[in-house]
């Protein structure tokens, strides 16, 4: 997922002290919200749009599903355009909000710096962006909080290795995108950092290995080049943007009779990790962005925009460490899926 | 009485054939247009309105800007494959330069870099001699990584340079004035010039065409350097729309540039094509989407009902094609 999300100096600061004093307690967060229903009926007669990541990403038609089912119960109208994960797309999206006269949208575009643009030729109405900046006209900010996400399964995968094998690793392999820029470093620079706190400041030191492999195709390559340089080791992390870089990760490791030796954790907690995440013993822990529940923020606050209530610019998810064994308390659906 | 009704029924279906060719190649494109204006009016209460118009054609400006180059080397039985990832290229420079150095300089060197990608396209198709899909195949993947590379991955804002994108003079968008520009010298001369004679010549029969003394060579070179040039001015078009550089702004354009070429009737084997006809093509494509996402069709039959009509739109110029080529 593209997200984009500012770094707050109260988080980093948070973080820093964390570091230092080497506690595992998470960062306070500021900006986090709870999930509500919309009051049936608080949409009626109100015509909301949204512009979609891509509905062909999982992500994003799990963010799109359920912003349609909470408008629905809302009684709202919502026209949805899907951006195809294009600038210009979007820029079409919002010229026909215009014409079709939303009176607030929601956008999840991936282009932060064409926010302008796409602000100026949609409508003025009230914007709230999803993952990704949308200024000058979004109201509101809601989504990941990616520095934060990537704490969450760093500080668990210290927890493990703190109880497990009393921090000793042998490397800490980063699988990354670099095409994402800004999420990158704050999704992977969160996961040092949480393992740290527990584990103590500069405890990755030179075992660190950055490798550019965000999606399931490079990991699969590039882990089994990695593992090949690692012959003797034997507890090596693994930490990966999303959880299809760990999917990857898992499948070399398995190809070359090793999956026994790495320790995982991933972003996303998506429907289609949940079997993985409870059948892999060695992953260890997935951060949970909750695209399912996204219409729960989303509809109700921008609702209340419509009507001149005042909401929180930042409407951050609550993001939690899902391992195999709080999988089905969190996900129920889970259950039946990988029972 | 027998002999002048059989007489007459003869006569009348010579006249029917004679009308059948009378028929311009574009009219079934025309006709599947206006059917669908047609339903898109009845269906959506937003269609028929002159904004939606303007949205329709200001969307299919930047692809169309592409277009006209490449139905040339379509029709001289070439293609191009990187102007998508070059469109992205002269997108990033262009916000690259016009952040340090200002609009002119910014332009410039959009404009340079399409000259010289066209010349190194040219170059490796006509005097290496390897073959065009192979060629501007490997500029795609090159062309997005330099995309990737300028900005590090990132996009890169731009600031006071809308103007090109967003401009309306006489409440017209200016990249629909830079389009119908592009259309009408391309029309012309396709029609009317040795240049363009000379391109349907090559895509015909590039055998004959040397052997009548046309330099094939430098008539595609000159083609990949209109191609490569229009893509530079296509990504400068959208890159100041949305105010930014996106090294992921042009991925997918070449195949957007294709179907709308191919739907209007060129064939990729070259020596058959219109300007006229790939407008219309181009009309089709940016109607269709325009109209299912008025619709709120769900994105995923949006996809299925494009391909479709691509594949019925195209039998059916292929059956028509046929019918009257059996009837001659």
């Not at chain 2, 058959?272 to 790939?278: A, E, K």
């Given at each position: 997922?593209?997200?984009?999300?500012?770094?707050?100096?109260?988080?980093?600061?948070?973080?820093?002290?964390?570091?230092?004093?080497?506690?595992?307690?998470?960062?306070?967060?500021?900006?986090?919200?709870?999930?509500?229903?919309?009051?049936?009926?608080?949409?009626?007669?109100?015509?909301?749009?949204?512009?979609?990541?891509?509905?062909?990403?999982?992500?994003?038609?799990?963010?799109?599903?359920?912003?349609?089912?909470?408008?629905?119960?809302?009684?709202?109208?919502?026209?949805?355009?899907?951006?195809?994960?294009?600038?210009?797309?979007?820029?079409?999206?919002?010229?026909?909000?215009?014409?079709?006269?939303?009176?607030?949208?929601?956008?999840?575009?991936?282009?932060?710096?064409?926010?302008?643009?796409?602000?100026?030729?949609?409508?003025?109405?009230?914007?709230?962006?999803?993952?990704i900046e949308q200024d000058p006209c979004q109201a509101a900010f809601m989504g990941a909080d990616n520095s934060y996400a990537g704490?969450?399964?760093?500080?668990?995968?210290?927890?493990?290795?703190?109880?497990?094998?009393?921090?000793?690793?042998?490397?800490?392999?980063?699988?990354?995108?670099?095409?994402?820029?800004?999420?990158?470093?704050?999704?992977?620079?969160?996961?040092?950092?949480?393992?740290?706190?527990?584990?103590?400041?500069?405890?990755?030191?030179?075992?660190?290995?950055?490798?550019?492999?965000?999606?399931?195709?490079?990991?699969?390559?590039?882990?089994?080049?990695?593992?090949?340089?690692?012959?003797?080791?034997?507890?090596?992390?693994?930490?990966?943007?999303?959880?299809?870089?760990?999917?990857?990760?898992?499948?070399?490791?398995?190809?070359?009779?090793?999956?026994?030796?790495?320790?995982?954790?991933?972003?996303?907690?998506?429907?289609?990790?949940?079997?993985?995440?409870?059948?892999?013993?060695?992953?260890?822990?997935?951060?949970?962005?909750?695209?399912?529940?996204?219409?729960?923020?989303?509809?109700?606050?921008?609702?209340?925009?419509?009507?001149?209530?005042?909401?929180?610019?930042?409407?951050?998810?609550?993001?939690?460490?899902?391992?195999?064994?709080?999988?089905?308390?969190?996900?129920?659906a889970a259950k039946s899926k990988c029972a | 009485m027998v002999k002048l009704k059989a007489g007459s029924t003869q006569s009348s279906?010579?006249?029917?054939?004679?009308?059948?060719?009378?028929?311009?190649?574009?009219?079934?494109?025309?006709?599947?247009?206006?059917?669908?204006?047609?339903?898109?009016?009845?269906?959506?209460?937003?269609?028929?309105?002159?904004?939606?118009?303007?949205?329709?054609?200001?969307?299919?400006?930047?692809?169309?800007?592409?277009?006209?180059?490449?139905?040339?080397?379509?029709?001289?039985?070439?293609?191009?494959?990187?102007?998508?990832?070059?469109?992205?290229?002269?997108?990033?420079?262009?916000?690259?330069?016009?952040?340090?150095?200002?609009?002119?300089?910014?332009?410039?060197?959009?404009?340079?870099?399409?000259?010289?990608?066209?010349?190194?396209?040219?170059?490796?198709?006509?005097?290496?001699?390897?073959?065009?899909?192979?060629?501007?195949?490997?500029?795609?993947?090159?062309?997005?990584?330099?995309?990737?590379?300028?900005?590090?991955?990132?996009?890169?804002?731009?600031?006071?340079?809308?103007?090109?994108?967003?401009?309306?003079?006489?409440?017209?968008?200016?990249?629909?004035?830079?389009?119908?520009?592009?259309?009408?010298?391309?029309?012309?001369?396709?029609?009317?010039?040795?240049?363009?004679?000379?391109?349907?010549?090559?895509?015909?029969?590039?055998?004959?065409?040397?052997?009548?003394?046309?330099?094939?060579?430098?008539?595609?070179?000159?083609?990949?350097?209109?191609?490569?040039?229009?893509?530079?001015?296509?990504?400068?078009?959208?890159?100041?729309?949305?105010?930014?550089?996106?090294?992921?702004?042009?991925?997918?354009?070449?195949?957007?540039?294709?179907?709308?070429?191919?739907?209007?009737?060129?064939?990729?084997?070259?020596?058959?094509?219109?300007?006229?006809?790939?407008?219309?093509?181009?009309?089709?494509?940016?109607?269709?989407?325009?109209?299912?996402?008025?619709?709120?069709?769900?994105?995923?039959w949006q996809r299925i009902a494009q391909g479709l009509m691509l594949i019925i739109a195209v039998s059916f110029d292929s059956i028509?094609?046929?019918?009257?080529?059996?009837?001659?």
């Amino acid at each position: 997922m593209k997200a984009f999300s500012k770094f707050r100096a109260g988080a980093i600061t948070a973080v820093a002290i964390a570091a230092l004093v080497g506690t595992s307690v998470l960062p306070a967060n500021a900006g986090q919200v709870d999930f509500r229903k919309p009051v049936p009926g608080s949409g009626k007669g109100i015509t909301i749009g949204f512009i979609g990541l891509a509905d062909s990403i999982g992500f994003g038609k799990d963010v799109h599903d359920s912003i349609a089912r909470e408008a629905k119960a809302a009684g709202a109208k919502l026209v949805f355009c899907d951006s195809k994960l294009d600038a210009a797309t979007a820029l079409n999206c919002a010229k026909t909000f215009k014409l079709k006269h939303v009176q607030g949208y929601l956008n999840f575009q991936p282009v932060s710096s064409a926010s302008a643009a796409i602000c100026k030729a949609g409508p003025q109405v009230p914007v709230i962006s999803i993952d990704i900046e949308q200024d000058p006209c979004q109201a509101a900010f809601m989504g990941a909080d990616n520095s934060y996400a990537g704490q969450v399964s760093g500080i668990a995968l210290g927890n493990y290795f703190k109880k497990n094998f009393n921090c000793q690793f042998d490397s800490f392999i980063s699988l990354e995108d670099y095409g994402v820029g800004l999420v990158n470093e704050a999704r992977m620079g969160g996961y040092r950092s949480g393992f740290e706190s527990v584990c103590g400041a500069g405890s990755i030191g030179d075992k660190l290995i950055k490798i550019d492999a965000g999606r399931l195709e490079p990991a699969l390559a590039k882990m089994k080049d990695a593992l090949t340089t690692l012959p003797n080791a034997h507890h090596i992390i693994v930490v990966a943007i999303n959880d299809e870089g760990i999917q990857g990760a898992f499948s070399a490791a398995k190809a070359v009779g090793r999956a026994g030796d790495i320790y995982a954790a991933g972003q996303g907690a998506s429907a289609s990790a949940w079997c993985d995440i409870k059948n892999t013993p060695n992953w260890i822990a997935d951060t949970a962005y909750f695209p399912e529940r996204y219409g729960e923020i989303g509809v109700p606050y921008l609702l209340d925009l419509i009507k001149g209530k005042k909401v929180p610019f930042h409407l951050n998810i609550k993001h939690v460490a899902i391992n195999a064994g709080n999988l089905f308390t969190i996900f129920p659906a889970a259950k039946s899926k990988c029972a | 009485m027998v002999k002048l009704k059989a007489g007459s029924t003869q006569s009348s279906g010579e006249g029917g054939v004679k009308r059948l060719r009378k028929i311009p190649d574009s009219a079934p494109l025309v006709g599947v247009l206006l059917l669908m204006m047609i339903i898109f009016s009845v269906t959506s209460e937003y269609f028929f309105q002159l904004d939606n118009f303007k949205n329709v054609l200001a969307n299919a400006a930047v692809t169309g800007i592409v277009c006209i180059p490449s139905t040339l080397l379509i029709i001289s039985g070439q293609i191009d494959l990187s102007v998508g990832s070059a469109a992205a290229v002269s997108g990033m420079l262009l916000a690259q330069v016009v952040n340090h150095h200002g609009v002119p300089l910014g332009l410039l060197s959009a404009l340079i870099f399409g000259l010289v990608l066209g010349c190194f396209n040219g170059f490796i198709v006509t005097v290496i001699g390897v073959n065009a899909l192979i060629t501007t195949l490997g500029g795609l993947g090159f062309l997005y990584g330099v995309a990737l590379l300028i900005g590090n991955g990132q996009t890169l804002g731009m600031k006071n340079f809308e103007w090109l994108g967003t401009a309306q003079p006489a409440d017209i968008p200016l990249p629909i004035l830079i389009f119908a520009g592009l259309a009408i010298a391309g029309s012309i001369t396709l029609r009317y010039t040795t240049f363009g004679r000379s391109i349907y010549a090559i895509g015909s029969n590039p055998n004959a065409a040397r052997v009548v003394g046309i330099r094939s060579k430098r008539v595609i070179f000159q083609t990949f350097i209109l191609s490569s040039v229009s893509a530079a001015l296509a990504g400068s078009v959208l890159a100041s729309q949305l105010s930014s550089g996106d090294p992921n702004a042009g991925l997918g354009l070449e195949l957007q540039v294709v179907t709308a070429i191919v739907l209007g009737g060129a064939s990729l084997a070259g020596g058959r094509g219109s300007i006229f006809g790939t407008v219309l093509g181009l009309l089709i494509v940016g109607v269709l989407n325009n109209g299912l996402i008025l619709l709120d069709v769900p994105t995923f039959w949006q996809r299925i009902a494009q391909g479709l009509m691509l594949i019925i739109a195209v039998s059916f110029d292929s059956i028509r094609a046929k019918l009257n080529q059996s009837r001659s």
